[in-house]
C-alpha cells in the first residue's frame, strides 16, 4: 500500500473514532463540554492538543532554525505557559461557576453588552487560528500526494475531514480522538527524533551544529527596542490565549475542579518540553540535506521536516509520522473550529434570533459547519502566509479587548461595567493606531494595546458612573435565569455561584 493509501486508512479511523465518541451527545452540555465527566489524562492530553498543532510541528521548526530560541518566544513558550497560568489561576474560579461558555462570565459579572463585545473579539482571534491549521492540512496533504492534490484542494478535503467528526460528536469526539492522536504523535515524533539524528551522525553532532549557530540563545539584542518586542511577543499568546473558549472548554469539561486545576498544568508543561523535539529533528535535517535544506530555508521553511521524512525515512516511519502530523493538526482544528461555534451561539447569536434550549443544539452544529466554511474561505484567501505568523497574529484581539475584563472581573470586586467599555475601547484604539502607523516600529502593539487597556480598566471602573443601579438590576435578572438557561436538552447544569456587587 502506498503512503497515500496508509494516511487515507488513517483519516478513516479518525473520523469512525470521532463518530463512535458521537453516540454520548445528548444534550448541548454533552456537546460543549462532554458532559464535564473528562478524567485527568483527558484533560491532560486535551490541553496538550489545544497547541500542539501546525504552527508546532511546521511552522515552529522553521522559524526556530532561522532565529533560534529567541525568536520562537511567543510559541512554544508563551502558549505553554498560558495553560500553566489557566490551572494556577483561573480555572478553579470558573469551574465552580458551572458555566457553558467564557461569555456567560462576561454577562454574569458585566451585564450582556459587555458579553457581546467580548465574545466578538474571541470568535474573530479564532479565524486566524483556525486558519493556520487548514492551511497545514493542505500543506501536507499536498507533500503526501507529492503534488497530485493542490494546496486548495488539501484545505478542502482537510476540513471536510475535520467539519465531520467535530460537528457531529463536539467536545466528546475532540476529547476521545485527542487522547488517541496524541499518543501517535508523542510515538511519532520520538521514532523520527531517533532516526533524523542517526542519519545526521548522532545527537552531539546536532547539539554541536545548533550550538554553532547560536540556535540557543533565548533572549532578545539587548537594547530597549529589543526588550520591548520581545515581551510583546512572548505575551501574545501568553496572554491573548487565556480568555479562550477552547482552552476554557477542555479545561471545563473536567469531573471536577481538581482535575481542572491540574490538567492545563501538567498539560502545557508537557508541551513546552517536548516541542523541542520537532526543532531538534529540523537541525537534524539541515544536516542531512543540506542543499535542499538552504533553498527550503530561502523559499519555505515549513517544509523542511516533512520533505526529510518523505525522502529520507522508511515506509512505516513516514505513515507514523504523517499520522502524527495530521493527528496535532486536525486535534487542533476540530476544538478551534467548535469553541467559536459554541461560544457566538450561546453569546453572539441569542441576542439577535431566538435560541431556545430545544434547538440550540442544532445551531451549534450548524454553526460549526458555516464556521469551517468562513474558514476555509480565509485560509484560500491567505495560501502562503507564514503558519507562525497567522497563529501569532490571531491571539492579539483578546489581549487588548478580552483578558483584563475576565482578570479584573474575578479579582477585583470595584471592576465595572463602564470599565471594560474603557477598557476595550482604549486598548483597541491603541493598538489599531500602532498596528496601522510607523508608530508600531518604535513600540510594539499588542503591548500598548495591553497596557492601554489596563489603564483604562481601572480609571473606567473609579469614575464614578451613572448607570450602576441599572447594571445591578440587569445582572441580578441574569443570575436569575442562568438555572433555567442552564437546562439544554436532557442535560442540566447547576445555577452559577453569584459573584460579588461592584461598588
Not at 505557559?81 to 483561573?90: K, P
Not at 461557576?97 to 459587555?114: A, C, E, M
Not at 530597549?224 to 477542555?250: C, E, H, K, N
Request: charged residues 10%; aromatic residues 12%; neutral net charge.
Amino acid at each position: 500500500m502506498t503512503l497515500t493509501g496508509f494516511v487515507l486508512l488513517y483519516l478513516f479511523a479518525t473520523v469512525a473514532i470521532g463518530v463512535w465518541a458521537s453516540t454520548r451527545v445528548k444534550s448541548t452540555s454533552d456537546f460543549a463540554l462532554a458532559g464535564r465527566s473528562l478524567p485527568l489524562p483527558m484533560v491532560i492530553t486535551a490541553t496538550f492538543a489545544t497547541w500542539f498543532g501546525s504552527e508546532t510541528i511546521l511552522g515552529l521548526p522553521g522559524r526556530f532554525i532561522e532565529s533560534g530560541i529567541a525568536g520562537v518566544i511567543e510559541e512554544p513558550f508563551g502558549s505553554g505557559m498560558a495553560l500553566i497560568l489557566v490551572g494556577t489561576f483561573f480555572a478553579q474560579k470558573l469551574y465552580k461557576q458551572k458555566i457553558l461558555t467564557l461569555g456567560d462570565y462576561y454577562r454574569d459579572r458585566y451585564g450582556r453588552s459587555v458579553e457581546l463585545l467580548c465574545s466578538v473579539a474571541i470568535v474573530i482571534s479564532y479565524l486566524g487560528w483556525v486558519g493556520a491549521q487548514v492551511t497545514a492540512l493542505g500543506l501536507v496533504i499536498n507533500l503526501i500526494t507529492e503534488g497530485a492534490v493542490s494546496m486548495t484542494t488539501g484545505m478542502i478535503i482537510g476540513a471536510g475531514i475535520v467539519l465531520a467528526y467535530t460537528m457531529v460528536g463536539g467536545m466528546w469526539s475532540v476529547a476521545v480522538t485527542d487522547f488517541v492522536q496524541m499518543i501517535i504523535i508523542v510515538l511519532g515524533l520520538v521514532a523520527i527524533l531517533w532516526f533524523a539524528s542517526d542519519l545526521a551522525g548522532g545527537f552531539g553532532n546536532v547539539i554541536d551544529y545548533a550550538r554553532g549557530k547560536d540556535l540557543f540563545h533565548a533572549l532578545p539584542e539587548p537594547t530597549p527596542s529589543g526588550w520591548l518586542f520581545w515581551i510583546s511577543a512572548a505575551m501574545t499568546m501568553m496572554i491573548g490565549s487565556i480568555p479562550q473558549q477552547d482552552v476554557f472548554q477542555r479545561v471545563m469539561s473536567a469531573k471536577n475542579v481538581q482535575t481542572a486545576v491540574a490538567g492545563p498544568i501538567i498539560g502545557g508543561s508537557f508541551y513546552i518540553l517536548f516541542a523541542f523535539v520537532p526543532m531538534f529533528i529540523v537541525v537534524a535535517a539541515v544536516l542531512v540535506m543540506p542543499e535542499a535544506a538552504q533553498k527550503m530555508l530561502a523559499e519555505d521553511p515549513q517544509q523542511l521536516l516533512p520533505t526529510l521524512v518523505r525522502d529520507y525515512m522508511p515506509m512505516w516511519l513516514r505513515v507514523l509520522f504523517f499520522g502524527a502530523v495530521l493527528s496535532a493538526v486536525m486535534s487542533t482544528a476540530s476544538a478551534t473550529m467548535l469553541a467559536p461555534s459554541t461560544i457566538f451561539v450561546e453569546n453572539v447569536l441569542r441576542h439577535f434570533a431566538r435560541v431556545d434550549d430545544r434547538n440550540m443544539l442544532f445551531a451549534m452544529r450548524a454553526t460549526v459547519a458555516c464556521f469551517a466554511i468562513l474558514v476555509l474561505m480565509y485560509s484560500i484567501a491567505l495560501e502562503g502566509a507564514p503558519i507562525y505568523d497567522m497563529v501569532a497574529m490571531a491571539y492579539q484581539f483578546p489581549v487588548v479587548g478580552a483578558f483584563w475584563p475576565l482578570v479584573c472581573g474575578l479579582y477585583w470586586k470595584k471592576a465595572t461595567r463602564q470599565g471594560c467599555y474603557v477598557s476595550i475601547l482604549l486598548g483597541s484604539a491603541v493598538w489599531v493606531f500602532l498596528t496601522w502607523t510607523s508608530a508600531g516600529e518604535v513600540f510594539p502593539n499588542v503591548l500598548g494595546g495591553f497596557i492601554a487597556a489596563a489603564a483604562g480598566m481601572v480609571v473606567g471602573s473609579l469614575m464614578p458612573t451613572t448607570d450602576n443601579k441599572r447594571f445591578l438590576e440587569e445582572r441580578r435578572r441574569n443570575m436569575m435565569k442562568r438555572p433555567v438557561d442552564a437546562e439544554i436538552g436532557n442535560g442540566r447544569l447547576p445555577a452559577i455561584t453569584p459573584v460579588s456587587a461592584t461598588a
